[in-house]
Each structure stands twice: as C-alpha cells, then as structure tokens.
C-alpha cells in the first residue's frame, strides 16, 4: 500500500505577483522650512496630511528623518526636492 503524504510543495509558478510600492528614507541635518515643507508635501501628495511640531531641540543637534512608501518613488528627485526646503540660515 503506497503512504499518503500531508507535505504539500506546489511547482513554482512563472507568473510571481509583483508589486510595484517602495521606500526611500532620508536623514538630513538641520531644519526644514516648515511653511515650504507643507506647501511641498501637499503638492507633492495630492491629498492630506499632518504633521507636528516637535519639543525644542535645545542644545542637540537638529536633524529630519523622512520616508516615503509608494509606487514610482524617485530617490534622486525626491532627495533634490528636499533639499531646497531646509532653512538656509543654521544659526538658531
């Protein structure tokens, strides 16, 4: 009499599901322009959004950590975009 087997191993199929969503982080140092930051973001989105200011920074040293998640990300384009709205002045 021949085993039953309970181990199910399904051939690979050629047609993988694929997503197209992606993330791209960025750390900068310094501050960003709040005012220009939230015009960008809700240009750049084309829906809501919200963020809030943090407690003050005091003596630490300023930093933003961003990322995005979504499909057609540009790394480079969003890196350049985000780079002109930072304070120019880091004399706080």
Do not use: C
């Amino acid at each position: 009499m021949g085993k039953k087997s309970f181990i199910h191993n399904p051939e690979k199929s050629e047609a993988l599901i694929q997503h197209d969503i992606s993330s791209v982080g960025f750390t900068f140092k310094g501050s960003f322009d709040v005012n220009k930051f939230g015009l960008w973001m809700q240009n750049y989105l084309y829906s809501s959004f919200m963020f809030e200011m943090g407690k003050p920074w005091g003596d630490e040293e300023r930093y933003s950590k961003l990322v995005f998640i979504g499909k057609q990300l540009s790394g480079k384009e969003l890196e350049a975009n985000l780079l002109q709205l930072m304070v120019k002045d880091n004399n706080f």
